[in-house]
C-alpha cells in the first residue's frame, strides 16, 4: 500500500475518518512559516509535543529533568494522552488535536515528534517550515521518499534536527565507537545485534476500534516491524562503526507464534552489506528473550560488546594458523585422538575490559539534553539529519526486502 492510499483509507477504526483527505488533521494545506523568537542564555525553550503516548510521555519525564526547558503545547489524536501528559507535567497543557493548530503558535521554539513513524516526514517537514527545530523519534521517515524529503527540509530550511538514536549520547557506547575507532580491536569486520525478548508486543486495547490505534506497530500499513522499531538502533552503531551506510540487505521474518491477525512478523533476521566485504547481521524475537538487546563488533584483533548498561572489551585470545604451521604439518604430520579436541572452539569466557556509564546516566535525557543545548546554541546535533537518513532508509528499504525474501540494493541519498 502506498502512502496517498494510507492516508486516503487506512483502516485504523477511529483513526480511519481522521486519515481522509477531508480530515483537517491530516489534509488541506500546511502551516505558514513563522520566524521563531530570539531565545537567550536564561530563557527557557518552550516545546510543543506532537505525538505524547508512551515514548513521548518518555521523552517528556526526560525534558522535565532537563534545566531550562517548559512543555508548552502538546497534539494527539487519542484524547485520554491529555490528560495523563498534564499529569506528568504537574499542570494544564495547552492542547491540540490538530497538529497545524500547534505549529500556528507564535510561543514554541521547538517540536518534538514522537507518533507512529509512518507520520515523521509530514510532521517533521511541515515543524521545519514553520521555522522550528526538530527533534524527531527513529526512523525519519516511513519510505525512501520521505527520508530523502526530510533531509532536503532539512538543508532547505536550515533548521537543527536530531534523530531520536539516543545510543549515539550514551558514554560508554560512544568510548567504546571510539576505541574501534582507534583500532583496539584491529579492523572491524562484522557487528551482530540481537534485540530479543519475551513478549508479543500487543498492547490491550479498551475498545475494538482502537485496535489499529494503539497497536499500530502490529501492521504493515502503519509499521515496520521488528526491524524499524528496534533494529534502526543496531543499523546506526554499525554505520557508525563502519563510517558509511549499508549498500544491500537480505533478511526474513514470518509470524511463529503470534497468529493473532497481525501482519508484521514476530521475528526478524536481516544481513546489511558493507564496502570491504564487511556485514552487520541483525536478529530479533519476540518468544525468546535469552539474548536480550546486545551489539556485538568483532574485529580482526578483538571484539567489544555493547549492552544498556554497559559494554566490553576482548582482545583476540586465538592463535592464528601461519603458513608455516600448515607446511610443518604436511612435513612431520599429526597425531589425533578419536575425538575432535573442541578447546579451541569453545566460547571465551574469560575477563575483558570494562566500559561503565557514568553515576545516574540515562541516554535518553542526555540525547534530549543535548537536542535543547544545540536549539539554544544553534548548533546541529551529533544525531542530525544525515545519521537519522542513514538508519532510515536501511529500514524503509529492508521492509520491502523481508516481505519479498530477496536481495535489495540500497540506494544512496537522493542529490
Known amino acids: 500500500m502506498n502512502r496517498r492510499s494510507l492516508l486516503q483509507g487506512l483502516s485504523f477504526s477511529m483513526l480511519a475518518a481522521k486519515l481522509s483527505s477531508a480530515s483537517p488533521f491530516y489534509g488541506q494545506a500546511e502551516p505558514q512559516p513563522k520566524t521563531s523568537r530570539s531565545i537567550s542564555a536564561n530563557d527557557r525553550i518552550q516545546?510543543?509535543?506532537?505525538?505524547?503516548?508512551?515514548?513521548?510521555?518518555?521523552?517528556?519525564?526526560?525534558?522535565?529533568?532537563?534545566?531550562?526547558?517548559?512543555?508548552?503545547?502538546?497534539?494527539?489524536?487519542?484524547?485520554p494522552?491529555?490528560?495523563?501528559?498534564?499529569?506528568?507535567?504537574?499542570?494544564?497543557?495547552?492542547?491540540?488535536?490538530?497538529?497545524?493548530?500547534?505549529?500556528?503558535?507564535?510561543?514554541?521554539?521547538?517540536?518534538?515528534?514522537?507518533?507512529?513513524?509512518?507520520?515523521?516526514?509530514?510532521?517533521a517537514i511541515a515543524a521545519m517550515k514553520s521555522g522550528r527545530p526538530v527533534y524527531c523519534e527513529k526512523t525519519i521517515g516511513f519510505t525512501p521518499e520521505d527520508c530523502n524529503n526530510v533531509v532536503d527540509a532539512t538543508r532547505r530550511t536550515g533548521q537543527?534536527?536530531?534523530?531520536?538514536?539516543?545510543?549515539?549520547?550514551?558514554?560508554?557506547?560512544?568510548?567504546?565507537?571510539?576505541?574501534?575507532?582507534?583500532?583496539?580491536?584491529?579492523?572491524?569486520?562484522?557487528?551482530?545485534?540481537?534485540?530479543?525478548?519475551?513478549?508479543?508486543?500487543?498492547?490491550?486495547?479498551?475498545?475494538?476500534?482502537?485496535?489499529?490505534?494503539?497497536?499500530?506497530?502490529?501492521?504493515?500499513?502503519?509499521?515496520?516491524?521488528?526491524?524499524?522499531?528496534?533494529?534502526?538502533?543496531?543499523?546506526?552503531?554499525?554505520?557508525?562503526?563502519?563510517?558509511?551506510?549499508?549498500?544491500?540487505?537480505?533478511?526474513?521474518?514470518?509470524?511463529?507464534?503470534?497468529?493473532?491477525?497481525r501482519t508484521v512478523g514476530d521475528n526478524v533476521q536481516a544481513v546489511f552489506g558493507y564496502s570491504k566485504g564487511r556485514r552487520m547481521f541483525f536478529s530479533s524475537l519476540t518468544d525468546n528473550g535469552l539474548m536480550a538487546d546486545q551489539v556485538w563488533i568483532y574485529g580482526t584483533e578483538g571484539s567489544l560488546q555493547i549492552t544498556l548498561e554497559d559494554a566490553t572489551l576482548y582482545k583476540q585470545t586465538s592463535k592464528r594458523i601461519t603458513e608455516a604451521s600448515h607446511s610443518d604439518v604436511v612435513q612431520k604430520g599429526v597425531e589425533t585422538g578419536a575425538s575432535y579436541n573442541a578447546n579451541s572452539e569453545m566460547p571465551y569466557r574469560g575477563p575483558g575490559y570494562r566500559l561503565h556509564p557514568k553515576p545516574g546516566e540515562d541516554a535518553t535525557r542526555t540525547a534530549c539534553g543535548s537536542f535543547v543545548d544545540c536549539v539554544r546554541n544553534k548548533q546541529q546535533p551529533f544525531a542530525n539529519v544525515d545519521v537519522g537518513f542513514g538508519s532510515g532508509i536501511a529500514c524503509s528499504i529492508g521492509r520491502q526486502a523481508l516481505y519479498e525474501g530477496h536481495m535489495e540494493k540500497i540506494p544512496e541519498l537522493r542529490a
Open 160 to 261: 537543527i534536527f536530531q534523530v531520536g538514536h539516543q545510543m549515539r549520547y550514551a558514554s560508554w557506547i560512544v568510548e567504546s565507537v571510539n576505541r574501534v575507532r582507534k583500532g583496539d580491536i584491529g579492523e572491524p569486520t562484522h557487528v551482530y545485534g540481537y534485540w530479543h525478548r519475551s513478549d508479543n508486543w500487543r498492547r490491550e486495547v479498551p475498545n475494538p476500534s482502537l485496535e489499529h490505534l494503539m497497536n499500530w506497530r502490529l501492521y504493515r500499513e502503519s509499521s515496520g516491524g521488528l526491524l524499524e522499531e528496534l533494529g534502526s538502533h543496531h543499523i546506526d552503531i554499525a554505520n557508525w562503526v563502519f563510517g558509511e551506510r549499508p549498500q544491500t540487505i537480505l533478511g526474513t521474518s514470518s509470524i511463529a507464534v503470534y497468529h493473532d491477525g
Open 47 to 79: 516545546i510543543g509535543f506532537i505525538g505524547p503516548g508512551s515514548r513521548g510521555q518518555e521523552l517528556i519525564r526526560q525534558l522535565l529533568r532537563t534545566p531550562g526547558v517548559e512543555i508548552a503545547a502538546q497534539c494527539d489524536i487519542y484524547e
Open 81 to 123: 494522552r491529555f490528560a495523563e501528559v498534564d499529569e506528568l507535567v504537574g499542570k494544564k497543557v495547552p492542547a491540540h488535536k490538530d497538529y497545524r493548530e500547534l505549529l500556528q503558535r507564535k510561543d514554541l521554539d521547538a517540536i518534538f515528534i514522537a507518533t507512529p513513524p509512518v507520520f515523521h516526514a509530514k510532521y
